[in-house]
């Protein structure tokens, strides 16, 4: 099975999904920026739903053999960065997402939508 940037991505938005994360949006950033080709960001309604959308992801990349560099903020739930290389997930509380506003930032990153798998 070959493992792509996109699989990836398409992975970790589902578990997101399957936590009832919102306004999940992907951002293609690999033509502005060294640090990753995709940008994941979305939100929870209060901490444990925070905390829950990292650990699906989390669990999910790891039962699918690929490899978590790091999770930032876990413990408080505001707001969390999960490091999986060319995939950069921010999973915020609602407020902070609103407060931080990293879609205005990455403005120029095109949006990204996957086609459903067949």
């Given at each position: ?9 398409r992975?970790?938005?589902?578990a997101?999904?399957e ?5 999940l949006?992907?951002?293609?950033i690999?033509k ?44 408080e ?13 921010h ?17 120029e ?10």
């Open positions: 099975m070959v493992k792509t940037v996109e699989a990836l991505a992975l970790v938005a589902k997101a999904e936590k009832k994360a919102e306004n949006v992907i951002m293609d690999s502005l920026s060294v640090i990753a080709d995709y940008f994941m960001i979305c939100h929870g309604n209060n901490e444990r739903q925070v905390q829950a959308i990292v650990t699906e992801i989390r669990d999910r990349a790891h039962k699918n053999g690929y490899n978590v560099r790091g999770i930032e903020g876990a413990d739930g505001r707001w969390v960065l999960v490091d999986l290389g060319d995939v950069v997930i999973v915020f509380h609602r407020e902070d997402r609103e407060f931080y506003n990293l879609e205005r930032l990455w403005a990153a095109p949006l990204v939508t996957f086609g459903e798998e067949g």
